[in-house]
């Protein structure tokens, strides 16, 4: 076990990417943040003692200040973030996502911090390319050094570590949503997720299109394999059994970068006679499915989860198609949404635009790990396991962006079963107009939500 350090303070101040980037023209990739140097070792002497409150931590914690320290006379918190930042189907999200999170705790950090600390999330920021290996060598390569990962992007990828951060007890946030993060069983009281997940989305998302469209006679889905698609078609299935309509089947594609194209896909829509296809792809696979089915004269409608956007597309040539017959389900309001967290994320820009809507996931990933430090420092136990120990039971106030949510529980009584419901618009700042917020369902609601939708 790793000898715990006693620290005192005289204050307690608180790619897919080159897909969309040729779509739209611009020839860019996306940018990997360059690490910052390395800190200090957490293995520094303890401080000399002084009035103020006691804390004791073990790694990824030290006495020293952050590199380029907004508070210097703070010790710092170190947390990783593993993403796909350069050549993988979420960079697109995935970089502004990070910047999102990099923005908030430095808006953190400049209101002095949490209990005499700063928090870093940028020395220990890693590419993964939305691959589990990589993203397991990245985990193993910064794990000694971060007390927790402010981010880990993607469901399989995660997956692919959870073992490891079991025993190290590094507790993580996830930029994913699928249903196994509801549940000790399958995340073993290790992630702090935010929002519904894939399943009861695809639930809310069909109740909301019959409420304001009329009856389904066939749905099919068209997702990603693994647990990003598998959990969001899961979701389709029981909603065409709860309400008696044809479930015309999963249609598994990858990415474009693995593929080629979605010209599979779209077959498969043509051909299935449904009236709505339900999406778990990334953007630019939207794009070609959407813009490719309308091409061959498919007028049905397209309902996609929250992934499946980037406003860079109304940029490509499916513009029109996504415009006429496209809708967006999302866990909170766009950019342009109306609440504190919000305003406070606008406030951080400046005036200026995100390429897109990540920025807005990054900063409402980050309010769980904000009350979970908060919750450590209060209880005088910054290492790793003191951390894990408050997640059970943990309270976490999303400044009216998420209703506040305690963790742990019954997830059949404690899950988020509220979604926003979004349509492309060139008007608005990142693309998205909403039409409904806090949109709930009969198949969602009735949902029996006793374990995963698919482990």
């Known amino acids: 076990m790793r000898e715990l350090m006693r620290w005192r303070r005289s204050a307690a101040i608180?790619?897919?990417?080159?897909?969309?980037?040729?779509?739209?023209?611009?020839?860019?990739?996306?940018?990997?943040?360059?690490?910052?140097?390395?800190?200090?070792?957490?293995?520094?002497?303890?401080?000399?003692e002084e009035a103020g409150p006691d804390v004791v931590f073990d790694v990824g914690v030290t006495e020293d200040p952050c590199p380029n320290a907004v508070n210097p006379d703070n010790g710092c918190i170190y947390l990783g973030i593993l993403s796909d930042l350069s050549e993988g189907p979420f960079a697109p999200l995935a970089v502004p996502i990070t910047d999102g999170q990099v923005a908030f705790w430095r808006t953190i950090n400049e209101a002095g911090g949490i209990g005499g600390f700063d928090i870093d999330v940028s020395t220990y920021t890693r590419d993964t390319l939305y691959q589990e290996a990589e993203h397991s060598a990245r985990?193993?390569?910064?794990?000694?050094?971060?007390?927790?990962l402010a981010q880990t992007l993607g469901t399989p990828t995660t997956e692919a570590i959870l073992s490891d951060m079991d025993d190290d007890d590094v507790i993580a946030a996830p930029a994913s949503w699928w249903s196994g993060w509801d549940?000790?069983?399958?995340?073993?009281?290790?992630?702090l997720n935010s929002g519904y997940?894939?399943?009861?989305?695809?639930?809310?998302?069909?109740?909301?299109?019959?409420?304001?469209?009329g009856p389904i006679d066939t749905v099919i889905h068209v997702g990603y394999p693994g647990?990003?698609?598998?959990?969001?078609?899961?979701?389709?299935?029981?909603?065409a059994q709860a309400n008696d309509v044809t479930f015309a089947g999963r249609v598994e594609t990858a990415p474009n970068i693995i593929v080629g194209s979605q010209d599979g896909a779209v077959g498969a829509v043509l051909g299935s006679g449904a009236?709505?296809?339900?999406?778990?792809?990334?953007?630019?696979?939207?794009?070609?499915?959407?813009?490719?089915?309308?091409?061959?004269?498919?007028?049905?409608?397209?309902?996609?989860?929250?992934?499946?956007?980037?406003?860079?597309?109304?940029?490509?040539?499916?513009?029109g198609a996504l415009e006429a017959l496209y809708t967006n389900v999302s866990p909170w309001e766009p950019f342009d949404g109306e609440s504190a967290a919000h305003d406070a994320i606008r406030a951080s820009l400046g005036g200026e635009l995100p390429d897109n809507d990540g920025y807005v996931f990054g900063w409402i990933w980050s309010y769980p790990f904000k009350a979970a430090i908060e919750a450590a420092v209060a209880n005088?136990?910054?290492?790793?396991?003191?951390?894990?120990?408050?997640?059970?039971?943990?309270v976490v106030d999303y400044e009216g962006s998420l209703p506040t949510r305690t963790f742990g529980g019954d997830a059949n009584v404690s899950a988020v079963r509220t979604a926003v419901i979004n349509v492309p618009d060139a008007s608005t700042s990142l693309g998205l107009r909403t039409l409904a917020t806090g949109v709930t369902g009969p198949t969602a609601d009735n949902y029996d939500y006793s374990a995963p939708c698919i482990m």
Do not use: K
Request: overall charge negative.
């Open 227 to 239: 647990d990003y698609g598998g959990d969001s078609a899961a979701g389709v299935e029981h909603w």
């Open 14 to 48: 608180l790619a897919v990417a080159a897909l969309i980037a040729a779509a739209c023209g611009n020839g860019e990739e996306a940018a990997v943040p360059e690490p910052d140097p390395a800190p200090p070792s957490s293995e520094a002497p303890a401080a000399e």
């Open 197 to 213: 997940s894939y399943c009861i989305e695809s639930m809310i998302g069909l109740d909301w299109y019959v409420a304001e469209n």
């Open 183 to 191: 549940f000790d069983i399958a995340d073993r009281g290790l992630i």
């Open 380 to 394: 005088g136990d910054l290492t790793r396991a003191g951390l894990r120990s408050v997640v059970d039971g943990l």
């Open 275 to 319: 009236d709505v296809v339900f999406l778990a792809v990334g953007p630019a696979e939207t794009a070609q499915i959407v813009g490719g089915a309308a091409a061959q004269g498919f007028t049905g409608r397209f309902v996609g989860s929250v992934p499946t956007w980037n406003p860079a597309l109304l940029q490509t040539p499916a513009s």
């Open 139 to 148: 985990y193993r390569e910064i794990e000694p050094n971060i007390l927790a």
